[in-house]
């Protein structure tokens, strides 16, 4: 509940802060042609927004990640706790070394995912 309460601001903050980024201008050229206020903010300022939040959303998105690791600290089940018990009960280090992995991939994807997006609305300009 922590996480959520807590990105959930963050994200809204990245929401905030890009939508207010975008010049005025944007928003007057859009109703001098004819757009309602939801095509607008669907057709135009909504793409520019997300153009410009990616880098920030993808640096949240990875810190989320990274964090719930620290969950750990708190006693609730993750895949870092999992690893532990499963590294004290062998007495071995492979099952953190699993872990690290699980976490990297996860990393890794998310990373991949957001450079796609990225490159998807790379043909905005701004």
């Avoid at 793409?47 to 880098?55: A, D, S, T």
């Avoid at 993750?78 to 018990?85: G, S």
Wanted: overall charge positive; aromatic content about 14%.
């Amino acid at each position: 509940m922590h996480f959520s309460l807590n990105y959930a601001v963050y994200f809204a903050e990245i929401f905030r802060g890009g939508i207010q980024s975008i010049d005025k201008g944007q928003y007057e050229a859009s109703l001098v042609l004819g757009f309602d206020k939801f095509n607008m903010y669907k057709r135009i300022i909504f793409p520019q927004v997300i153009k410009r939040i990616l880098p920030a959303m993808t640096n949240e998105v990875t810190t989320l990640v990274k964090d719930t690791s620290l969950v750990y600290i708190l006693g609730l089940n993750d895949i870092l706790r999992v690893a532990q018990i499963a590294s004290n009960r062998e007495v071995s280090l492979l099952p953190l070394m699993h872990a690290a992995l699980i976490y990297l991939l996860f990393i890794g994807i998310i990373t991949q995912i957001f450079k796609v997006i990225e490159k998807k609305y790379s043909y905005y300009r701004g």
